[in-house]
């Protein structure tokens, strides 16, 4: 054509030659476009979906067991333990055939052809349409759904959740796979035109990006719950992790700017929701007693969600920095843990102000309990709950040693309390009054009969009831058994010895002494069972 227009002197020659450079043009851009259809390797998700990590958090407000406590705490499946998936893992040699390796070279001959014949833009349009169609097919096949925030709302969590488990997963292939492929592929087939590359690229990229970050965004507003906050911070996390790959590879600033608005956001849904359950837990007033003082379903599902929440820790600690306010962060009563307080990350301090609050909104739970020393079993038995999940957890970590001896002290005092309300009365029939000085030995009589009458029924009082009560913890109960043990029996032994002759020697002794102190000892060991057991061991005696 060139050699044409400079020596002929034909312009009918010249003519037909153009027509003739603009048919093939016309045939290779059909051709073009059905290579690149033809050629498209489908993609398959199963391949690419690496290890999945599972780490178990049962939302049950009370494990394995079906509970209405908490509908207002939080609309989740109660029935069953939830399992929370962080998403996939790839690896970073991961790649796949986005064409087909045979047809890349004749691909690559086609392009360079066009373009040195003046058509690069009819190419250009080919292959940036076939291949966004391509990109959105992949898309559809990790299961991204074009969706807003109307109809995010109409969705149940349970199947959001899916959704949002699939996006997570989809922006890590699409990113770190799919884009990082087709900028290979895009560069390999359009070398030798810098601007065709780029362009190309951009164009592709732009549709398939702007769709992932369309549903983040609608999430990123959406209404907030507290049982969305991990999906949300996987989110993050997984938008987080491919940005600087999507910086790297898209030239377009306004499509890198809108995926670090939409991270911006997601951020503060995080931020938000945690602030709601933090709300939540405060304001959660329920009237409830649990049966036997048994764990509160609150402690259970707080301390569940704290342990999987210190995953994030992380994450977290980088946007709570700077966000602690007095109502968030109340310090502690002593200058100690003020200290400690100061030194702790951004997402230690709030833990500890969010149990604190845990802890007060059970104290007051604990006084709809009328009986003293059932008030008591139920603290002992939800803080030393708390402690054992925060030893058994990173939690321990954040909150330290020092937090930990503090509430152990508490379950000790708490013991205490409940020693002296429980059994300081009963014991306090085997005090010498009335049986000390008299010279009257038919008054002293009657009144160690009376003593011996009333101990036996307070002790039977306290085995039927207090075998009933639950002590979960196996260390705490055994612990329990022995400080009563050390406090009663010793008292029962010494008033028997001093007292027990004068009784044995009337009629119906043993409607007075009932019980040995092997006795006593033995039946100590049902306390605390939560059986419904009702005095089995005192009844085969006096059955006897």
């Known amino acids: 054509m060139d050699e044409l227009s400079i020596q002929s002197d034909s312009a009918k020659i010249v003519e037909r030659a153009e027509n003739a450079i603009q048919i093939a043009m016309s045939r290779f851009e059909d051709e073009f476009r059905h290579m690149l259809i033809r050629s498209t390797v489908p993609l398959d998700a199963e391949h690419l979906h690496g290890s999945i990590r599972r780490v178990a958090l049962s939302f049950a407000s009370h494990e394995g067991e079906n509970s209405d406590e908490f509908e207002s705490f939080a609309d989740v499946d109660r029935g069953s333990g939830i399992f929370h998936e962080r998403g ?24 360079d052809r066009m373009i040195r014949s003046g058509y690069e833009r009819e190419c250009l349009n080919v292959y940036i349409s076939v291949r966004r169609d391509a990109l959105d097919e992949c898309l559809v096949v990790l299961g991204v759904e074009k969706l807003g925030i109307e109809d995010i709302q109409k969705i149940d969590w349970k199947s959001l959740d899916e959704k949002m488990k699939k996006w997570i997963q989809a922006v890590k292939v699409s990113v770190r796979v799919l ?181 007060g909104n059970l104290e007051r739970k604990s006084k709809l309990y009328v009986d003293d020393s059932l008030q008591y079993i139920f603290l002992m038995n939800n803080i030393q709950y708390i402690v054992q999940k925060v030893k058994d957890s990173e939690l321990g970590k954040l909150l330290g040693d020092r937090w930990v ?43 160690l009969k009376e003593k011996f009458k009333n101990f036996n029924a307070g002790f039977e009082e306290l085995y039927r009831i207090q075998t009933g009560w639950k002590v979960a913890d196996p260390q705490l109960r055994e612990e329990l058994r022995i400080s009563i043990s050390a406090k009663a029996l010793p008292a029962y032994r010494a008033f028997v010895g001093r007292h027990g002759s004068q009784i044995e020697n009337t009629r119906h002794a043993g409607r007075y002494i009932k019980y040995s102190s092997d006795d006593l000892e033995n039946y100590l060991l049902d306390l605390f069972e939560g059986s419904a057991c009702v005095l089995n061991h005192l009844r085969r005696k006096n059955s006897s």
């Open 405 to 447: 001896r503090k509430r152990r002290g508490q379950v000790r005092v708490y013991a205490t309390s409940y020693l002296r309300a429980s059994w300081g009365r009963l014991l306090s029939f085997l005090k010498e009054e009335g049986t000390v000085g008299s010279s009257n030995s038919a008054l002293k009589l009657a009144a």
């Open 179 to 359: 884009l990082t492929g087709e900028k290979r592929l895009c560069d390999y087939i359009f070398s030798g035109s810098d601007d065709s590359e780029e362009g190309c690229f951009n164009e592709i990229a732009k549709g398939c990006v702007r769709k992932l970050l369309n549903f983040a965004e609608a999430i990123a507003i959406g209404e907030r719950s507290v049982e969305k906050l991990f999906r949300i911070l996987d989110m993050y996390e997984a938008l987080a992790y491919v940005l600087p790959d999507l910086q790297a590879m898209v030239p377009d600033e306004f499509v890198i700017d809108e995926a670090k608005g939409v991270l911006s956001r997601l951020g503060e849904a995080a931020k938000g929701t945690f602030c709601e359950f933090e709300n939540a837990v405060r304001s959660e007033t329920s009237k409830k007693t649990m049966l036997n003082a048994e764990i509160h379903p609150l402690a259970r599902y707080v301390m569940n969600y704290l342990r999987l929440l210190v995953v994030y820790s992380n994450t977290l600690d980088e946007l709570l920095e700077g966000d602690d306010d007095e109502d968030s962060c109340r310090l502690g009563d002593d200058g100690g843990e003020n200290l400690e307080l100061e030194t702790m990350s951004p997402l230690a301090r709030r833990l500890f102000s969010l149990i604190a609050s845990l802890e």
């Open 88 to 111: 996939i893992s790839l690896g970073d040699d991961l790649r796949v055939d986005l064409i087909n390796p045979d047809a890349v070279d004749d691909l690559k001959e086609i392009v």
